[in-house]
């Protein structure tokens, strides 16, 4: 299991960094761009994207080098991809394997999709209220209407 | 929350909401009270609502206070394209207490974080319009005696109609009956069924506004239907003569039962039902006047 991780880890072996694996494809570039890696300068960032996976058909992976995420920006994957496992590594070996959790509150990280909404006509941040953990469903904190996983876009 | 705002009626518990009957009695017995003596309500009409803003700058004056703001919108700072943000920012220096009305869902509840003087919600776009909820309330209470195990009858828009959103989570906290009589396209939306179930209220769903329903009716309230909610303007022809609420359908009803409406009405109340005992929206749009007395106090602790 630790040889085939190796194996797998090792498209581009990363002495230090964070790995977040297991990603659903369609939800890789939301995870890219939540994370802000588009505008990371100075460290190595590999994305693989349509690789072959024992537990879902194809899935993506990010690897930055040098860079360990705060928890609490991890856990705002959970919104799109809860499934991804973060691997942290240190001297090439896999030193902490992380899964994300959805936070209670969301700000400023989805969009809401009622035009109408205050938080798309004020230079405002939004604010989710996670209703359902186990189906994504979150509300917004000022419109109040309800936003199923399936319709979840990031601001 | 210790500035007492009112942006959602689920902001207020059960004890809370019966204070506040409590406190609307009291102002229905005597309205001219100088409570709000040396107070500035400050009055923000984003988008107009006529009936709303007599009734909220009526009640002011009766408690001895004093209003500014707007009514027209079209004059007010956003027009010159100001920030909610900063219109409220402004306002907040001048009055004790804010009143508005905004166009847009979730504008007072955004508001509120940015005031430093208490909001009441006068109605969010399509969101809340929690005084007119409590004004539904104070009616049923007053009709009733009680809001504990009443059945109830929701007919006409139950799909857009945000009072009826309302008043049903209002209701949870006093073991209701709920019947709602809509047609397939107005029907009550999902998330307030499983509302219901979650709650444990019961409620039964009817196409046919009949009198079997209505003689089972504590409250009858009902509701405008729009023609513009309707794609198929056959569709609305019909369904607009369906769910007119005439005086014949009356004869077999409770006693005590009493027709709501929030008001205007267009063709759903037909004329002959406004000389019956049952017809009761006129007296229920007067009992805004003590409900937002209520919670004009109470938003400023008074
Ligand atoms: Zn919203």
Redesign the interface.
Known sequence: MVNKEKKELAVAALQNGTVIDHIPTQSLFKVVDLLGLKDLTDVSVTIGNNLDSNRMVKKGIIKVADLFFPEETLNRIAVIAPNVVVNIIRDFEVVEKLHVALPDELIDIVKCNNPKCITNNEPMRTHFHVIDREHTTLRCHYCERPVFQHDITLK | MDKHSLI?ISDLNKEEILALLKRAQEFEKNPNQRILAGKVVASLFFEPSTRTRLSFETAVNRLGGRVIGFSDPKSSSQAKGE???DTIMMVSNYADLIVMR??????A??ANEIASVPIINAG?????HPTQTMLDLYTIYQTQGTLENLTITMVGDLKYGRTVHSLLEAMHHFKPRFKFVACDELRMPE?YKQYCTEWGIEYEETREFSPEIINQTDILYMTRVQRERFSDLMEYERVKNIYTLTASMLTGCKPNMRVLHPLPRVTEIAQDVDDTPQAYYFEQALNGLYARQALICRALDL
């Open positions: 959602s920030s909610l943000k905004h166009y847009l869902d979730g504008a509840r955004y969010d776009g399509s969101n809340q998330q």
